[in-house]
């Protein structure tokens, strides 16, 4: 058996840069086992498998070691396959997800693709125990979201500089943290640690900012937000917030393109 395969590099306009991420053309479901073993090969933070369906695409997403709720930089990377290799022939693409809904991707000016994702408005809560310490900073604000913890620091400089100790981070009972602060240069800045599901850091992520928009929009009291996320390969986003949508907006370029035989 073989399945066409693409590595596209997302939020960036330019290859090694922005977030890694494969998509996966099938024709049908393979067994769970078996798109785990194909995510876990590739070794990037997210494989994105699509299947055809009546309105567009069923959508799945696979660190090396586990499936995901909801991944922004594999569902930017899915439609960018779609529209520029695949010859989408649409304005927007429809993907039908178990645990996120239905996610919409348009095209938008200067080759941008606009994606429809849920909000997740962060939510006062205990600090974890030990988050400090494994993140080895003094946080400004500790929240919660539906799956993630935020960490809110003081300037950029503090998240550019944050060293964790990955061992203490994944015993941290969330998916992910994001460090977030005010940007120099941009609305605000992140990062995203995530070593419990096998993403020691993610380079640039889409999901993140279903919570860091409504918080940041709070914040700096207006809707539209440029960020960027300061990993070492660096990303940048565009994000409007919209109520219980947020719209988070980013550039792709393909690096890869191939078949993998199963």
């Known amino acids: 058996m073989k399945l066409p395969l693409y590595q596209v590099d997302a939020f960036t306009a330019e290859v090694f840069s922005g977030n890694p991420a494969a998509v996966c053309l099938l024709e049908d479901w393979l067994e769970d086992d078996r798109l785990q073993a194909v995510a876990a090969e590739n070794n990037l933070s997210e494989t994105a498998f699509l299947v055809r369906n009546a309105d567009g695409f069923d959508l799945r997403w696979f660190t ?40 919409v991707v348009r095209k938008g000016r200067d080759r941008l693709l606009e994606m429809d994702f849920p909000a997740r408005p962060a939510y006062a809560v205990s600090p974890p125990a030990g988050i400090a310490e494994a993140l080895r900073v003094t946080p400004r604000e500790v929240l919660g979201s539906a799956e993630d913890l ?57 999901s993140s900012h279903c919570v860091l928009a409504p918080y940041w929009a709070g914040v700096l009291d207006r809707n539209d937000l440029h960020a960027l996320q300061v990993s070492k390969r660096g990303g940048e986003i565009f994000c409007a917030h919209a109520g219980e949508r947020v719209k988070i907006s980013g550039r792709a370029a393909l690096y890869l393109e191939g078949t993998i035989t199963l």
């Open 64 to 103: 090396p070691t586990t499936e995901v709720a909801l991944c922004g930089h594999a569902t930017l990377a899915s439609a960018f396959v779609l529209f520029a290799c695949r010859r989408w022939s649409g304005e927007a693409v429809r993907f039908r997800t178990r645990q996120s809904g239905d996610l």
């Open 150 to 206: 935020l960490v809110v620091l003081d300037r950029e400089q503090a998240v550019r500089d944050v060293s964790p100790d990955f061992l203490a981070l994944s015993r941290i009972a969330y998916r992910g943290v994001i460090v977030t602060a005010p940007g120099e240069q941009s609305d605000f800045v992140s990062r995203f640690f995530a070593p419990r599901v096998g993403v020691p850091e993610d380079p640039v992520t889409g």
